[in-house]
């Protein structure tokens, strides 16, 4: 019998993947749920008669997730897929995104709540304009870790000096984009060489297997010890004999921890209270860290509602303020309409806003910055500002993906057209190569 | 230092998240519970999410008459247990009102005419979100799927025109007629909520545990010998130690042969498992494409 309460307290690992066409992507994604026996014979079987159909003798792992190909060709909608699987280590999430041009908006969204990142390079092309793309991306969104996989080795001989290439020149992109933490491992999907198993064709790799890596990066380490930050999601008021003066703020923490006892503000009103109570479920704990879904009480008859923030009082506040200055990735077909106004969502926060200025636009693949061309079209990504109704509570995208993050929605039709990132100031985003 | 968050943790802290977000948003929710073991973990998020006040949104059964007796039973405690208020859509009464008509012959189940009475039930109670509990590992059209997937005023899924959802934001704004879905356990696999319901200690229809019924194959399929499946002549009965996968209308409800009596066989009989959880269900089978079409229609 195998022991079953060891799978209760694995970790969650959420990752991205971006490729070109043919890198290899879709191969290796079913080489990973193969290998992990995250496919049952039913799944397996379909494959296997597709296959054939197609008129392949081996199994095409690649087909296991084609859901996206089917619809590519079909030329119907190109979309985030999400994946999942296991092993007794670890749960991971892969958001499978096509690497088309169009689909940058594809990309972020996939990318927007990703530990990890894989980028796929095909060995026998090297590093390629798409690759740039990839990892602009990735350091845009602040992915925290980003894998260079080196994919089809077996195709140049498992060369070493053809990965060394590759490795180096990269080192010079990360460095641009101020990539945090960049690991290069050379793989086949096809085969399988370095994604679960350590090949014997590599000697001169002394790294880890795609797979092992995955099971170990520490994943989200630094967010408790962000400065601490509670967007207020809903006020829980019973109104019942049992619970007759119960009142709790639920949220879920977006940044560092809270205790009860601790000092804190609520922004905007800037009034101060403290911590009687954090109750998750129907126990009451004295700690609680980021992200858990919690309920705060406080010790004083405060007037605090959805939208609102808690912080601790005697650290690092977020910045309060209706002038926003942020990079946006455009998501919907019509141009985004400077002067225009729209609906502005960020943490559990609502307001109106005008779009102020676009300062300039980005060209993701030269990562050069564009000043004489200011319309924002679907998968663009600009720099703009803009003013809110209300004054937003906000930190740096940089400093925290949650209180620095916001979507843009059409007044009229409701779409979400547009992804923020919030910057301080410039310098930190403007990159060239 | 904390401990680490587990991953059960944290798919339980998404999930409660978005109920919040729900019920933050919207006007009027429902639950849609179907008795199976994705909305029993679903039901005691909401309970867990909004406690010590009362789960702010009803619980919504449709109903379609082809019942293993036990989920009303099951349904019904549940329902009193939490607290929770209970709205039922019968499909029978949709056939009588000549709003669905019923299918013929030996394979004829119910299970489609569901998105004729649920959509009616929303539109009776002016509904705006239904929080379903399907899952995105389930199946290969639901990879892709939103937290918050919009319907038009037809109560239809495009999937063309789904809203891209970016961190943890998520956008429910509509017009008029328009309503939502929300699928808060989009993330966990058909595992994660198992060794939930191992963690929570959270009690179940006795149908999930192996027990002895008279039972027929179809299709290398076993399915209970009840009224509401039409056998052929050809299809024998026998009596054999079965339990459920998945519980939902018994004409699509297989049964797996397995001697599991606890939470942690059933993990154990899961994690060695080769065949998917859908496998069993005949609604998924009828075309490739099965589930894409329903859900375009308005299935859950
Ligand atoms: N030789 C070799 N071929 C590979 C490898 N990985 C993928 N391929 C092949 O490259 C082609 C494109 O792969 P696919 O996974 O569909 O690429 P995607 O478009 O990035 O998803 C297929 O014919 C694969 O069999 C590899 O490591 N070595």
Not at chain 2, 43 to 68: E, M, Q, R, S
Request: aromatic share 8%; proline share 4%; glycine share 6%.
């Amino acid at each position: 019998m195998k022991d079953t309460t060891g799978y209760l307290d694995m970790e969650l690992l959420r990752f991205s993947t971006a490729g070109s066409v043919d890198d290899g992507k879709s191969t290796l994604i079913g080489r990973l749920l193969y290998d992990s026996k995250s496919i049952f014979e039913d799944q397996l079987q379909a494959v296997k008669d597709a296959s054939k159909r197609l008129g392949g003798e081996e199994v095409n792992l690649a087909l296991l997730t084609d859901g996206l190909r089917a619809e590519r060709e079909q030329g119907i909608t190109i979309d985030v897929a999400y994946r999942y699987f296991a092993t007794p280590k670890r749960k991971f999430i892969i958001a499978d995104t096509p690497g088309h041009i169009e689909y940058t908006r594809n990309m972020v969204t996939g990318a927007s709540t990703a530990d990890v990142a894989i980028i796929l390079i095909d060995a026998r092309n090297g590093i390629i304009e798409q690759s740039k793309r990839h990892s602009y991306i990735a350091s845009l969104l602040q992915i925290p870790n980003v894998v260079v996989a080196v994919n089809k080795m077996d195709l140049v001989d498992f060369d070493e000096t053809v990965f060394n290439a590759i490795v180096t020149e990269y080192k010079t992109i990360a460095e641009t984009l101020k990539l945090k933490n960049v690991i290069y491992i050379p793989i086949s999907a096809r085969d399988g060489d370095n994604v679960v198993d350590r090949s014997s064709k590599t000697p001169w790799y002394n790294g880890e297997t795609l797979l092992h890596l995955l099971e170990t990066l520490p994943v989200r380490v630094d967010e408790n010890n962000l400065p601490a930050r509670f967007p207020v999601q809903f006020v829980i008021r019973p109104h019942s004999d049992k619970f007759h003066d119960y009142r709790g703020y639920a949220g879920r923490i977006s940044g560092g921890s809270f205790k009860v006892g601790d000092e804190v503000t609520v922004l905007p009103s800037n009034t101060q209270s403290k911590i009687i109570a954090i109750d998750e479920g129907l126990k009451s704990v004295t700690e609680a860290y980021t992200p858990q879904s919690v309920t705060i009480r406080l010790a004083d008859n405060v007037d605090v509602s959805r939208g609102d923030m808690i912080v601790k009082t005697d650290i690092h506040k977020p910045t309060v303020s209706a002038n926003v200055s942020l990079l946006v990735c455009w998501l919907n077909h019509r141009p985004l309409n400077v002067g225009g106004k729209y609906i502005i969502r960020h943490t559990t926060d609502e307001t109106r806003a005008v779009i102020k200025d676009v300062h300039f636009k980005v060209n993701i693949n030269t990562l050069e910055n564009i000043l004489d061309d200011k319309t924002v079209n679907m998968n663009d990504i600009a720099h703009i500002t803009l003013k809110t109704m209300k004054p937003l509570k906000f930190d740096s995208y940089q400093e925290n993906r949650t209180t620095g993050s916001l979507v843009i929605i059409d007044e009229a039709t409701h779409e979400t057209v547009g992804a923020g990132m919030i910057v301080h100031d410039l310098e930190d985003q403007s990159f060239s190569i | 230092m904390q401990e680490k968050l587990t991953h059960l943790k944290e798919l339980e802290s998404e999930s409660i998240f978005i109920l919040r977000e729900v019920a933050a948003q919207f006007e009027k929710p429902a639950l849609l519970f179907s008795g199976g073991k994705d909305s029993i973990v679903m039901a005691y998020l909401a309970y867990k999410a909004f406690y010590p006040a009362p789960i702010p949104f009803p619980f919504v059964h449709i109903d379609t008459g082809h019942n293993f007796d036990e989920t009303l039973t099951y349904r019904d405690e549940l329902v009193k247990k939490l607290g929770a208020e209970l709205i039922v859509g019968s499909v029978q009464e949709s056939i009588d009102s000549g709003r669905a008509v019923e299918e013929k012959g030996f394979n004829a189940s119910r299970n489609k005419l569901q998105t004729i009475t649920l959509l009616d039930t929303l539109e009776k109670y002016k509904f705006d979100a239904a929080l379903g509990g399907a899952r995105r590992d389930e199946e290969k059209a639901r990879a892709k799927e939103r937290f918050f997937s919009h319907r038009d005023e037809f109560g239809q899924w495009d999937p063309k025109n789904q809203r891209p959802e970016l961190w943890n934001i998520f956008n429910g704004k509509k017009h008029l007629g328009e309503h939502f879905r929300v699928f808060p356990i989009s993330n966990w696999t058909e595992m994660d909520v198992w060794q939930y319901i191992l963690q929570e200690n959270i009690p179940l229809p006795s149908l999930y545990y192996t027990h002895e019924r008279e039972v027929f194959n179809r299709d290398c399929q076993w399915y209970a010998a009840l009224d509401a499946i039409p056998r052929r002549p050809t299809e024998e009965v026998v009596v054999k130690k079965v339990r459920c996968r998945t519980i939902g209308d018994i004409t699509c409800t297989g049964l797996s042969l397995s001697t599991a009596n606890s939470l942690e066989d059933i993990i154990d009989e899961i994690a060695s498992s080769r065949i998917t959880e859908r496998g069993g269900r005949t609604d998924d089978k009828r075309s490739e494409s099965a589930m894409e079409d329903r859900k375009k229609e308005g299935y859950f």
